[in-house]
């Protein structure tokens, strides 16, 4: 099984930082995704990178796949972007279901 | 356009109770997957289906039964209940597999007493 690690596991912030989140995984994957969890609310996914950098409004997601790490970044961060972020992996085997890291709990006070 | 939908979004079960929780998907997707998600853990994958007719196991299948019969619901059975299945479940489903984008349902918050 791929061991997927996130850092750090609980994160505040002031209003307007820049934030970073990182994931590391242990064996080669065909693609890592940034999902998004609301308090009590369902999962959303924000970003899937197999290579490279991508980039959606105030997020910004980069992989290396040598070093086998991606982060995710907020810039201008906001109240609003509170949330529990989870890196996941796509496995090769159980139909390539996502393998996932325990998650990121994040709170950005005003 | 729904997505991914989840009922019920809540339930309460009593040990050695069955229930069925069903998951429909109006995007056309091959792929779908059970999760649970317990504090402290990422998910786990419970069982999946990579096509209509077919299931698979996952990482904790125990006590879990799965049923892909049209290939826009995906059902999850619990044929007795125990109080070590209290968990929230996530039905997930996706073009084909993890390396196309995945799409979440709203959440179960299953409780076993």
Known sequence: KNEVEQSPQ????????FITINCSYSVGISALHWLQQHPGGGIVSLFMLSSGKKKHGRLIATINIQEKHSSLHITASHP?????YICAVAAGDS???LNFGKGTSLLVTP | NAGVTQTPKFRVLKTGQSMTLLCAQ????????????DPGMGLRLIHYSVGEGTTAKGEVPDGYNVSRLKKQN??????SAAPSQ???YFCASSFEGGGTEAFFGQGTRLTVV
């Open chain 2, 26 to 37: 109006d995007m056309n997707h091959e792929y779908m997957y059970w999760y649970r998600q």
């Open chain 2, 86 to 88: 209290t968990s929230v």
């Open chain 1, 80 to 84: 609003r972007d509170s949330a529990v």
């Open chain 1, 10 to 17: 609980n994160l505040t912030a002031q209003e307007g930082e």
């Open chain 1, 95 to 97: 139909g390539y279901a």
């Open chain 2, 74 to 79: 995906f059902l999850l059975g619990l044929e």
